[in-house]
T-cell receptor
Framework: AQSVAQPEDQVNVAEGNPLTVKCTYS??????LFWYVQYPNRGLQFLLK??????LVKGSYGFEAEFNKSQTSFHLKKPSALVSDSALYFC??????????????FGKGTSLLVTP | DTEVTQTPKHLVMGMTNKKSLKCEQH?????MYWYKQKAKKPPELMFV???????INESVPSRFSPECPNSSLLNLHLHALQPEDSALYLC???????????????FGNGTRLTVT
């Protein structure tokens, strides 16, 4: 089964410091990996994806993610955190659904808190 | 602002009521999704429509009944719900279900449902 794991329930970082939100994956075949962000009382917003190619993927709002095949990881990073980055972050993997077609399997989510 | 519109934003209903959630997108997407999300948890896939046909039903109880009247609209009809069905219901769309790796999901802001 295609799955992702987010080992941290919460990440705290001071504004201006670099941030990392961790994600590891377990897939058979080539992984298609995604990061989404959810602000309070909102839907999920797409940040970035890895399909193939460069291991460093750049996305929205200054976020980037590093695909590491040997460590089966896809960590989300940002060089300098903003208070407005505080939100819930989900890693996801495309999976072939047992019924029919493809869908996304989400990790449990990591709450990011950036303090002034 | 999101390009997927969900109405209503909030809904309170009794266990004997019948209500409907509505979702609309005008991006020309051919796949539409219903997800259920409990607080601080990842979204759980309920249904997927591909080209207006139901392609995935994740063993959802029959008190939830999806409908896709046309390629832009997706409804979720609710009847005889239980208090544990209280959650945020998210609609999403993508260009094509089979092409989710090139076409990320676009989420609406959800309907917060409370069953009393």
């Amino acid at each position: 089964a295609q799955s992702v794991a987010q080992p941290e329930d919460q990440v705290n970082v001071a504004e201006g410091n670099p941030l990392t939100v961790k994600c590891t994956y377990s897939v058979s075949g080539n992984p298609y990996l995604f990061w989404y962000v959810q602000y309070p009382n909102r839907g999920l917003q797409f940040l970035l994806k890895y399909i193939t190619g460069d291991n460093l993927v750049k996305g929205s709002y200054g976020f980037e993610a590093e695909f590491n095949k040997s460590q089966t990881s896809f960590h989300l990073k940002k060089p300098s955190a903003l208070v407005s980055d505080s939100a819930l972050y989900f890693c996801a993997v495309r999976a072939l659904n047992s019924n029919s077609g493809y869908a996304l399997n989400f990790g449990k989510g990591t709450s990011l808190l950036v303090t002034p | 602002d999101t390009e997927v519109t969900q109405t209503p934003k909030h809904l309170v209903m009794g266990m004997t009521n019948k209500k409907s959630l509505k979702c609309e997108q005008h991006m020309g997407h051919r796949a539409m999704y219903w997800y259920k999300q409990k607080a601080k948890k990842p979204p759980e896939l309920m249904f997927v429509y591909s080209y207006e046909k139901l392609s995935i039903n994740e063993s959802v109880p029959s008190r939830f009944s999806p409908e896709c009247p046309n390629s832009s609209l997706l409804n979720l009809h609710l009847h005889a719900l239980q208090p544990e069905d209280s959650a945020l219901y998210l609609c999403a769309s993508s260009q094509d279900q089979g092409d989710t790796y090139n076409s990320p999901l676009h989420f609406g802001n959800g309907t917060r449902l409370t069953v009393t």
